[in-house]
């Protein structure tokens, strides 16, 4: 499958890595839209949040929710940020691989679409 990232995960193309471990890689955005901005990824292939279902691969949209504020911390965003994820092409979503942003570091402008 011709997946970004899946090639990152894969180490194919390179990033600068906020934490990995068996199950998730977060790693820095290429084009920051705030002084933090990381996004973070299952280890599986999943298109987005609308194909998550009862089977295994919510374990991994969890597993990511319940690491968020370990890694914010890591990144000295405790204090406030947001994290975002995009479901397909009306709602933004440019690569088709599930990834939560999580961005901070300033206080952040209220737009919401
Ligand atoms: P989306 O628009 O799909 O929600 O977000 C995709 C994000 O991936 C964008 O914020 C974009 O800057 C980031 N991105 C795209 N290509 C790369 C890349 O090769 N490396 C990294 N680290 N980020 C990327
Ligand atoms: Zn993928």
Redesign the pocket.
Known sequence: MDC??CK?IAGE?P??KVYEDEKILA???????APV?F?IVPKIHIDSLDNINDGDNADYACYILKKIPELAASQNIAGGYRV???IGED??????HL?F?VLGGKKLDIKLG
């Open positions: 970004l990232f990152i193309i990033s600068k790693f820095h955005d290429i084009n920051p839209a901005h996004l975002i994820t995009n709602g933004g979503q440019t690569v088709k990834h942003h």
